[in-house]
């Protein structure tokens, strides 16, 4: 079954407690995507198709401010987003260098992407917060994140939080943090 908005308005009445213990009856303990919390309590449940980014391990010829202008770059991947994906961002649980700031998370936000998580942190908290974008994630640092990570590349396999995440496998979170779906495992859930 395709994740359209029957099974979104379906999913959206499901705790993400809930959508591990049936995973769990299928055999899939390895769902929960640890380290992502809610950077606002009380926001509302989201499901969406993953849309996947990976950083690496910052190398310096390559982490520079210069790299936000390569046509690989998270600006780049951020202009490829459709609208209504969730954003999940491999950042190899990296605490000191945030992932996206206020103008990346505004722009995802114009761009009506759905939410964003990851493994790693977020920068400029207070404009972060005025976009309204529903973050999921491990916490804030001031740095960005040319100074631990270098990004390289999006819609490919991932790890987020010690989850292989997919392109276009279902997300969804809420207040206890968020679920993976296999794609091929959607309609058991949804049953």
């Known amino acids: 079954m395709p994740l359209d908005a029957q099974a979104i308005a379906t999913l959206k009445t499901v705790s993400t407690a809930t959508i591990t213990t049936v995973l769990l009856k299928k055999g899939l303990r390895n769902v929960w995507i640890r380290g992502a919390k809610?950077?606002?309590a009380g926001q509302p449940r989201l499901v969406g198709p993953?849309?996947?980014l990976r950083f690496v391990p910052a190398r310096e010829d390559l982490a520079t401010p210069e790299s936000w202008g390569n046509p690989?770059?998270?600006r780049a991947a951020i202009e490829a987003m459709p609208e209504g994906v969730i954003a999940?961002?491999?950042a190899m649980g990296v605490q000191d260098a945030g992932v996206f700031g206020d103008i990346l998370c505004a722009r995802m936000a114009k761009k009506n992407v759905a939410a964003m998580v990851t493994d790693g942190v977020v920068r400029d908290l207070a404009g972060v917060l005025s976009t309204n974008l529903p973050i999921w994630c491990s916490g804030v640092a001031a740095p960005s994140s040319v100074t631990g990570l270098t990004f390289v590349n999006w819609a490919e396999p991932i790890g987020c939080g010690g989850v292989a995440v997919f392109p276009d496998d279902v997300i969804v979170a809420d207040d206890d943090g968020c679920v993976l779906?296999?794609?091929a495992l959607l309609d058991h859930v949804l049953a």
């Open 88 to 90: 999940v961002i491999d």
């Open 72 to 74: 690989i770059s998270t």
């Open 181 to 183: 779906i296999p794609q």
């Open 38 to 40: 809610p950077i606002r």
């Open 50 to 52: 993953a849309f996947t």
